[in-house]
């Protein structure tokens, strides 16, 4: 796929990689076997027909294709982008056990774009069933949550605390990676579906869970309001001016447009030389980003080897290309200060890895004696996420001892008629597995509701008794 | 998009103004000790108000706003009555618990006497013997002498300069009301940092209760960026969720003062630009006037 070069791009907020051709994208659909197997289709938490749309590219048809995507994901454009393929649809390719798998998450994003640019757009016939559904957060799983509770003809109302829609993948991912205007796009989508944003509503405190099934009538709510909560180091310095979570840098520089400070209000921190503590996709954002605004020098200061890093291998590989520099096995003890409160630099020290712990990941142990101290004037900690309180506090939903909230496997809380999914009950995770919880999510609540799960009994197999003939469907795609 | 439209607006002196917005919803839910994010455009940052009073019946909620920097300022100037707000979320924070104590003394310090004025209020709801004490820097800064007054059951106003009241900073009008009463439960003071500090300096030889209300830096008023982080005993608490309120003998106000300051030369550079933009304006303006004279 065409790419910048990594010393003009670590310079500007443009995409990463600006995605296929036409001509790229059906030599490269060309190489799927369309095996009988479908290991790829398993290996996706939504289960779309992967072979199906590829098979859609190859023969030109790309608006067939788009209807086969957006049959199970409804947002292409952006799970193309930001879906972790390797270890999921890629992963198990069957041209990947001896070649590069198929590369499906570009076809996926070549296809989403399509669509955009065409301003295709596969809105069912819906027919209200009188059903009014509230969601709680507009991130990923709530975007997946609304859109199939919308297809199944209920009011759909999304509330979100921010003044923008879209959760992290505004605020959080960086537009390199996924452009605003992608996400908006969606948006717009699931508008045209009858879902409607409600922003600047901070459900909880605004209005309570209690307060929307009771007397605001909601007969469903979903909550997807995310983790969130930053991690802080509890090092000796952590509250020196110039250390600062991984969500605050990125949230006012995506978000709030603290990058074209001043000209927008909110002020950018930007620092000379960055160290960012953690190896997630969240510490790669932030290290990238940070390069963009302008650092000379960024460090990503990791405990454990390359190996254990939770980021993507894509995204650690582009962040070297940019020209960060990894500090494998260091581990940070101090944050220095220069006397009047800002940051001087960062005192870490050695790590070894010793034997396997809980995660399966080797547990790492500081060597005695190996502190050093080296320089920097901005230290970034993305080392993960804890759970937002204010569900919790606001309402009786029962939540887990490490305060997610606890649901069964319909993804049904303590409250009946509310849902939760996403990282307020699995703890941080990636985009996808938001959405696909968010569907899930969608499936228990319709059939709390009675509601007539659409997608389900027309694929039942042949061995169904009871099988529902296609003209009966309750909704019928139809294009626009 | 922007249906928070300002209902009122009062301005109390050069710097400091009124705006009661409505927000029936918000008007119903917001509590004593809970706090707004305003956003004033589309390019807006994010500011966080303590909500200094709210009316149920008419759905409107008050902030009093000091005009110091780039934002307030530009507030100052653009929020008129029948003017909108881009944004505005909340009510944010844990409200302040409702008060068991008998006799409490609710402090506040220049800005700080707005938002104390609602504890004040729910307290002497309450059935609690309250003692207001609020200080400003001169006569020329005094607002709502009269509303404390009508729920106060005994009020100091206290004054640097000594133009009004009694001459010296609100520490002083608490020792002279401790001095009275011995038995006062609960002291609740909200101000700047400086000034709570030397509020829980005073109140701790006798051991007194006393709450603070913190404003430190924030983006987002929900728990995610961690911005507002601040020392309270040996834990770490993130004031938009875990506060705003907060035990004044265990927070670290050094930490806090040191920590608001993190964005100090952004916040010039802020308000240069902006002022530059208004001279532009404004010359603009007159050329464009004087054009069209002739």
Redesign the interface.
């Known amino acids: 796929m065409p790419e910048q070069a990594p010393t003009a791009r670590a310079k500007n907020f443009e995409e990463v990689a600006s995605g296929y051709r036409l001509d790229d994208a059906l030599r490269e659909s060309e190489r799927c076997l369309l095996c009988p197997d479908q290991p790829c289709v398993s290996g996706c938490p939504v289960g779309i027909d992967i072979p199906g749309f590829i098979r859609g590219v190859n023969e030109r048809d790309l608006r067939g294709a788009y209807d086969i995507l957006t049959r199970t994901s409804l947002l292409p454009a952006i799970c193309g982008r930001v879906c972790p393929q390797e270890n999921q649809c890629e992963g198990r390719c069957t041209v990947g056990q001896t070649l590069e798998p198929v590369a499906i998450g570009r076809l996926e994003r070549f296809v989403g774009d399509a669509a955009i640019q065409q301003g295709w757009a596969n809105v069912p016939h819906i027919e209200p069933n009188g059903f009014k559904v509230g969601i709680v957060g507009s991130g990923p799983a709530g975007m997946a949550c609304a859109a199939d509770m919308a297809k199944a003809g209920c009011e759909v109302t999304v509330y979100e ?3 923008q829609a879209g959760g992290v993948l505004k ?1 959080g991912i960086p537009d390199f990676r996924l452009p605003n205007p992608v996400v908006d796009a969606e948006i717009a989508n699931l508008k045209k579906l009858g879902v409607r944003f409600e ?4 459900v909880g ?3 309570t869970l209690e307060q929307m099934i009771g007397e605001m009538g909601f007969d469903a709510v979903f909550v997807g309001v995310g983790a ?3 991690t ?1 180091l ?1 090092i000796p310095g ?2 020196a ?2 250390v ?2 991984a ?2 840098l990125l ?2 520089c995506n978000l ?2 603290g990058r074209d ?9 930007i620092g000379r030389r960055v160290a960012v503590v953690g190896a997630g996709n969240t510490a790669m954002d932030a290290m990238r980003v940070s390069l963009r605004l302008g650092a000379e020098k960024v460090y990503c200061i990791y405990r454990r080897s390359r190996k254990e890093a939770p980021a993507r291998a894509e995204e650690i590989h582009h962040a070297e290309e940019e020209g960060v520099e990894f500090h494998w096995l260091t581990h940070p003890v101090a944050v220095l200060d220069d006397g009047s ?1 800002n940051v001087k630099g960062l005192r870490c020290v050695r790590m070894e890895l010793g034997e396997p712990d809980g995660s399966g990941r080797r547990r790492p142990a500081p060597v005695a004696g190996s502190e050093f101290d080296f320089e920097c004037d901005l230290v970034v900690y993305a080392i993960g996420t804890n759970a ?3 569900m919790g ?1 606001t309402s009786r939903l029962r939540l887990n001892k490490r305060g997610y909230i606890d649901t069964d496997e319909r993804l049904a809380t303590s409250m009946a008629g509310v849902f939760a999914g996403g990282d307020i009950v699995t703890g941080a995770a990636t985009v996808i597995k938001a959405m696909g919880a968010g569907r899930q999510a969608a499936a228990g609540m319709k059939a709390y509701l009675g509601i007539r799960d659409g997608d389900r009994p027309y694929d039942a197999g042949e061995d169904t008794v009871f099988g529902i003939d296609a003209s009966e469907r309750n909704f019928v795609r139809i294009r626009v | ?1 922007s249906n928070y439209e300002i209902v009122k607006r009062e301005d109390f002196s050069d710097v400091t103004y009124l705006l009661e917005i409505r927000h029936p ?2 008007a119903r ?1 917001a509590r004593p000790g ?1 706090f707004v994010i305003v ?1 004033l455009s589309e ?4 500011v966080p108000l303590t909500i200094a009073d709210f009316d149920r019946e008419k759905g409107t909620v008050t902030l009093v706003i000091q005009a110091v920097g ?2 307030t300022r530009q507030m100052q100037r653009e929020c008129q009555a029948g003017a909108f707000l ?9 409200p302040t618990p409702p008060s068991h104590a008998r006799k409490v003394i609710c402090v506040g310090g220049g800005l700080g006497v707005a938002p104390v004025y609602p504890q004040a209020k729910a307290l002497k709801e309450g059935g609690a013997y309250v003692i207001g004490v609020i200080g400003f820097r001169g006569k020329d800064l005094v607002f709502w002498e009269d509303k404390f007054r009508a729920i106060c059951d005994e009020f100091i106003i206290c004054s640097d300069d000594g133009s009004v009241g009694l001459h010296g900073r609100v520490t002083a009008g608490i020792e002279a009301a401790l001095k009275k009463h011995s038995d006062v439960d609960e002291v609740i003071a909200i101000g700047p940092p400086i000034m709570m500090k030397s509020c829980a300096d005073t109140t701790r030889p006798y051991k007194i209760k006393t709450m603070v209300s913190l404003n430190p830096i924030m ?2 008023g ?6 507002c ?1 601040v ?1 309270v005993g040996d834990e ?1 608490k ?1 004031a938009c ?2 506060g705003p309120d907060f035990d004044g003998h265990r927070v670290d106000f050094d ?1 806090l003062t ?2 608001l ?3 100090s030369r ?2 010039r ?2 308000l240069e ?2 002022e530059k933009g208004c001279r532009m304006q404004k010359s603009i303006d007159r050329a464009v006037g004087a054009a069209a004279g002739k």
Not at chain 1, 261 to 269: A, E, L, N, R, V
Request: net charge neutral.
């Open positions: 605390a921010f003044h605020y922003c600047n509503t901070l405190r605004l209005f969130g909560y930053p802080m509890g952590d509250s001016n110039g600062l979570s969500n605050e949230t006012r709030m447009r400070f001043p000209d927008f209000d909110t002020p950018q921190p409160g937002n309180p204010i506090q | 998009m919803m918000m839910a809970q956003m390019h807006g940052e994010r780039k934002t881009y944004g505005l979320v909340g009510p944010m924070g844990i983006v987002d929900t728990g995610m960026c961690g911005g982080r020392k770490v993130f969720v875990d930490d040191m920590r300051r993190r964005h952004e916040e550079m802020a630009h902006w």
